[in-house]
């Protein structure tokens, strides 16, 4: 079965210390995004792919990268880890459309920054 | 910008009782809304969606929700709990930004099913 995958599920870093969060997905779709889920805020928007070497960012982007060299890997860098950015993190894909058609989310990934 | 509000952070009720969880979406023209659910341990998962045509969506696993365009509602309903519906539930919306559309989401709430 299809599927999107998260890893590592769990993370403890430093502040400062670069963090990369991998996802990847087997649905062959087009469209990946990456959300960040804090308390309060539901899931908001970091940033968005529509097909390889396409990127583009969110709502809450600042202090985040991502980039996309094939259709199932969008892995989300933290190039500078700050507390602010301790959260759940989830990954989710959609067939090609720049419309909305139905996401599907892995299983998200906890990161906190000390 | 758009902005989704789910009025309850978290909701206790018994098997059987009755649910309506509250949405209210802030954006006056055509909107596209959308239940999401997230079982413990299991990954988000689309409940059901509304983008037009009959205001009374139906969904899986006997949930509905009800578009109220007048009130900017959304509310999700079931007539019968079980304790299977222990969740997180979210509300969204889909917004143009950017050009782009994106799915804007309401807080959640946490939905306890006691046995």
């Known amino acids: 079965d299809a599927e999107i995958t998260q890893s590592p599920r769990h993370k403890i870093t430093e502040t400062g210390r670069q963090v990369t969060l991998a996802c990847h997905q087997t649905w062959n779709h087009n469209n990946m995004f990456w959300y960040r889920q804090d308390l309060g805020h539901g899931l908001r928007l970091i940033h968005y792919s529509y097909g390889v070497q396409d990127t583009n960012k969110g709502e809450v982007s600042d202090g985040y990268s991502v980039s996309r060299s094939n259709t199932e890997d969008l892995p989300l860098t933290l190039e500078s880890a700050a507390s602010s950015q301790t959260s759940v993190y989830f990954c989710a894909s959609s067939a090609v459309g720049r419309f909305y058609n139905e996401q599907f989310f892995g299983p998200g990934t906890r990161l906190t920054v000390l | 910008a758009q902005s989704v509000s789910q009025h309850n952070h978290h909701v206790i009720l018994s098997e059987a009782a009755s649910l309506e969880l509250g949405c209210n979406y802030s954006?006056?023209?055509?909107?596209?809304l959308f239940w999401y659910v997230q079982y413990p341990g299991q990954h988000l998962q689309l409940l059901l969606k509304?983008?037009?045509?009959d205001p009374l969506v139906k969904g899986i696993k006997g949930f509905e929700a009800e578009f109220i365009k007048s009130k900017f509602s959304f509310n999700l309903r079931k007539p019968s709990v079980q304790w299977s519906d222990t969740a997180e539930y979210f509300c969204?919306?889909?917004?143009?930004?950017?050009?782009?559309?994106?799915?804007?989401w309401g807080a959640g709430t946490k939905l306890i099913i006691k046995p």
């Open positions: 509304y983008f037009s045509g």
């Open positions: 954006y006056g023209g055509t909107v596209n």
């Open positions: 969204a919306v889909l917004s143009l930004r950017d050009s782009n559309y994106q799915l804007i």
